[in-house]
Protein backbone atom coordinates (compact mmCIF):
# COMPACT_ATOMS: atom_id res chain seq x y z
CA UNK A 1 0.00 0.00 0.00
CA UNK A 2 2.68 2.48 0.96
CA UNK A 3 4.74 1.57 -1.90
CA UNK A 4 1.57 2.47 -4.27
CA UNK A 5 1.17 5.70 -2.21
CA UNK A 6 4.60 6.61 -3.28
CA UNK A 7 4.73 5.28 -6.54
CA UNK A 8 1.74 7.83 -7.28
CA UNK A 9 3.44 10.71 -5.75
CA UNK A 10 6.55 10.23 -7.62
CA UNK A 11 4.84 9.82 -10.61
CA UNK A 12 2.08 12.50 -9.77
CA UNK A 13 5.53 15.24 -9.68
CA UNK A 14 7.63 13.87 -12.63
CA UNK A 15 4.63 14.38 -14.54
CA UNK A 16 5.10 18.57 -14.00
CA UNK A 17 4.45 19.84 -10.81
CA UNK A 18 6.18 22.86 -10.01
CA UNK A 19 6.01 23.94 -6.59
CA UNK A 20 7.45 21.91 -3.73
CA UNK A 21 3.89 21.53 -1.80
CA UNK A 22 2.51 19.66 -4.92
CA UNK A 23 5.46 16.99 -4.54
CA UNK A 24 5.27 16.01 -1.64
CA UNK A 25 1.49 15.21 -0.45
CA UNK A 26 2.54 15.47 3.09
CA UNK A 27 3.14 18.97 2.77
CA UNK A 28 -0.50 19.65 1.31
CA UNK A 29 -1.43 23.39 2.44
CA UNK A 30 2.63 24.43 3.75
CA UNK A 31 4.39 26.84 2.18
CA UNK A 32 8.16 26.36 1.37
CA UNK A 33 9.50 28.89 -0.47
CA UNK A 34 13.02 27.75 -2.52
CA UNK A 35 14.90 29.60 -0.46
CA UNK A 36 14.61 26.84 2.38
CA UNK A 37 17.81 25.47 3.18
CA UNK A 38 18.49 22.05 3.63
CA UNK A 39 19.58 22.43 7.00
CA UNK A 40 15.99 24.06 7.82
CA UNK A 41 13.68 22.16 6.32
CA UNK A 42 16.02 18.89 8.75
CA UNK A 43 15.41 20.78 11.36
CA UNK A 44 11.35 21.22 10.87
CA UNK A 45 11.59 17.26 9.92
CA UNK A 46 13.38 16.03 13.45
CA UNK A 47 10.82 18.50 14.91
CA UNK A 48 8.34 16.87 13.74
CA UNK A 49 10.02 13.64 14.66
CA UNK A 50 10.47 14.35 18.11
CA UNK A 51 8.70 11.74 20.34
CA UNK A 52 6.39 13.68 23.36
CA UNK A 53 6.47 17.22 24.79
CA UNK A 54 5.97 18.20 21.50
CA UNK A 55 9.91 19.27 21.06
CA UNK A 56 10.35 20.43 24.17
CA UNK A 57 12.89 19.18 26.07
CA UNK A 58 12.10 18.89 29.81
CA UNK A 59 15.77 18.10 31.29
CA UNK A 60 17.47 21.40 32.07
CA UNK A 61 20.87 19.04 32.31
CA UNK A 62 23.37 19.72 29.59
CA UNK A 63 24.26 16.13 28.89
CA UNK A 64 20.55 14.98 28.94
CA UNK A 65 20.02 17.26 26.91
CA UNK A 66 22.24 16.74 24.04
CA UNK A 67 21.40 13.05 24.48
CA UNK A 68 17.93 13.72 23.56
CA UNK A 69 18.93 15.87 20.97
CA UNK A 70 21.17 13.00 19.22
CA UNK A 71 18.45 9.83 19.30
CA UNK A 72 15.73 12.59 17.74
CA UNK A 73 18.49 13.09 15.30
CA UNK A 74 18.84 9.06 15.13
CA UNK A 75 15.31 8.79 14.58
CA UNK A 76 15.06 11.58 11.93
CA UNK A 77 17.62 9.66 10.06
CA UNK A 78 16.86 6.30 10.40
CA UNK A 79 12.98 7.89 8.62
CA UNK A 80 15.27 10.02 6.30
CA UNK A 81 16.88 6.78 4.94
CA UNK A 82 13.75 4.67 4.73
CA UNK A 83 12.46 7.39 2.59
CA UNK A 84 15.66 7.87 0.56
CA UNK A 85 15.97 3.83 -0.54
CA UNK A 86 11.58 4.23 -0.92
CA UNK A 87 11.70 6.72 -3.23
CA UNK A 88 15.14 5.11 -5.43
CA UNK A 89 13.16 2.32 -5.73
CA UNK A 90 10.00 4.04 -7.15
CA UNK A 91 12.35 6.01 -9.54
CA UNK A 92 14.16 3.15 -10.69
CA UNK A 93 10.64 1.45 -11.59
CA UNK A 94 9.14 4.80 -13.47
CA UNK A 95 12.82 4.59 -15.19
CA UNK A 96 13.16 1.69 -16.17
CA UNK A 97 8.93 1.86 -17.95
CA UNK A 98 10.05 4.55 -19.74
CA UNK A 99 9.18 7.84 -17.65
CA UNK A 100 11.85 10.62 -18.12
CA UNK A 101 13.50 11.47 -15.26
CA UNK A 102 16.13 14.61 -15.52
CA UNK A 103 17.98 16.03 -13.24
CA UNK A 104 15.73 19.78 -12.59
CA UNK A 105 12.83 17.05 -11.28
CA UNK A 106 15.45 15.24 -8.96
CA UNK A 107 17.10 18.04 -7.17
CA UNK A 108 13.44 19.18 -6.50
CA UNK A 109 13.01 15.66 -4.34
CA UNK A 110 13.98 15.84 -0.42
CA UNK A 111 13.56 13.26 1.43
CA UNK A 112 11.34 14.87 4.36
CA UNK A 113 8.20 13.19 3.53
CA UNK A 114 5.90 12.81 6.17
CA UNK A 115 2.70 11.73 4.87
CA UNK A 116 3.18 8.12 4.92
CA UNK A 117 4.87 8.32 8.36
CA UNK A 118 2.52 6.95 11.04
CA UNK A 119 4.78 8.59 14.51
CA UNK A 120 2.14 7.04 17.17
CA UNK A 121 1.19 3.56 14.95
CA UNK A 122 1.17 0.34 16.16
CA UNK A 123 3.62 -1.34 14.36
CA UNK A 124 4.07 -5.20 14.14
CA UNK A 125 8.32 -6.10 14.24
CA UNK A 126 8.94 -9.35 12.40
CA UNK A 127 12.44 -10.33 13.52
CA UNK A 128 12.83 -13.40 11.35
CA UNK A 129 11.59 -11.32 8.05
CA UNK A 130 15.07 -10.87 5.34
CA UNK A 131 15.68 -7.47 4.91
CA UNK A 132 18.33 -7.13 1.23
CA UNK A 133 21.23 -5.37 1.30
CA UNK A 134 21.34 -1.81 0.59
CA UNK A 135 22.61 -1.04 -2.83
CA UNK A 136 25.06 1.90 -2.47
CA UNK A 137 25.75 1.97 -6.22
CA UNK A 138 22.10 2.54 -7.36
CA UNK A 139 21.57 5.38 -9.79
CA UNK A 140 18.65 6.98 -11.11
CA UNK A 141 20.39 8.74 -14.24
CA UNK A 142 23.44 7.50 -14.93
CA UNK A 143 26.14 9.77 -15.09
CA UNK A 144 29.11 10.68 -17.57
CA UNK A 145 32.33 10.01 -16.44
Known amino acids: MLA ?35 SEQFNGFAQWSFFGGEGIIAENIRHEQRKGIKYNHLVANMIILHN ?43 FRRKIGPLNFDATIIPMDS
Request: proline share 4%; hydrophobic share 35%; with cysteine.
Open 84 to 126: VVGMTRVLQELRDEGTEIRLEILAGLAPFRTAHINRFGDYTLD
Open 4 to 38: GCRRQACAWHLRGSSSLQHRDPGLEGAHRPAETNK
